[in-house]
């Protein structure tokens, strides 16, 4: 059988270093007015998951061959996978700040949750066990990525690592990432982009201070 195409959208590089925080990125300039959606089709959302590595090729050519089989169903789940997405940003920006996650917001993500862990099983893999996910039909394995990154949300929120969410210093980009630095001092998203254009701004505010 003929391979399908897959495009692959610009996603930055991983660096929110956890699969959900990861998610709130494709929507990129969020606090921009032209802020760039990269979740337009569901072959879009098969290249964010062939880029964080959770979907083999195979995989991910018969996900699409079943989605163009049930184009209504899958443009769907893009919707819905939109909506998770928008409610996870919330959620730990939010917490980010200190502040408590709106309630709408977690109803979305505990749905949503519900679904998935319904398909979830514990499976052997040689001498240990690891999660899987059972579908039953073919258009409920297109909502395998929208599981896994619930699951990864819900692991998150339930982890000691929580407080160790940051919202990149930046105010007008204000990106979600896990702070695993040594020391916890992480402020940027990317010191190439966001934390470099802050020190030129300050260099460029000192030298103006200096020559008034």
């Known amino acids: 059988m003929a ?5 692959v959208p610009n996603f930055d590089n991983n660096l ?3 699969l959900c925080l990861d998610f709130t990125h494709t929507l ?6 032209d802020r760039n959606e990269l979740l337009h089709s569901y072959s879009d959302l098969l290249a964010w998951g062939l880029h964080m590595g959770i979907l083999k090729k195979d995989e991910a050519q018969q996900l699409l061959r079943i989605a163009e089989q049930h184009p209504q169903v899958a443009s769907t789940l893009v919707n819905n996978a939109v909506s998770l997405r928008e409610a996870i940003h919330r959620i730990f920006y939010t917490i980010a700040e200190d502040s408590t996650p709106p309630q709408d917001d977690m109803d979305v993500l505990n749905t949503l949750l519900a679904r998935a862990m319904s398909h979830a ?3 052997p893999e040689g001498d240990r ?5 059972s579908a039953h039909s073919d258009t409920e394995k297109l909502e395998r990525i929208n599981w896994l990154v619930v699951r990864s949300a ?3 929120l339930t982890s000691d690592k929580l407080h160790s969410v940051r919202a990149c210093a930046a105010e007008d980009c204000r990106w979600l990432f896990l702070d695993i630095s040594k020391n916890h001092s ?7 982009t966001c934390g470099n254009q802050a020190k030129a ?6 030298k103006k201070s200096v020559s008034i």
Do not use: K, T
């Open 3 to 7: 391979e399908m195409n897959i495009p």
């Open 16 to 18: 929110g270093n956890w």
């Open 28 to 33: 990129q300039d969020r606090y921009n007015s």
């Open 121 to 123: 099983c514990i499976v």
């Open 129 to 133: 066990f690891s999660w899987e996910w």
């Open 154 to 156: 819900a692991d998150l």
């Open 186 to 192: 992480r402020r940027w998203c990317d010191m190439e």
């Open 201 to 206: 701004r300050r260099h460029y505010s000192r």
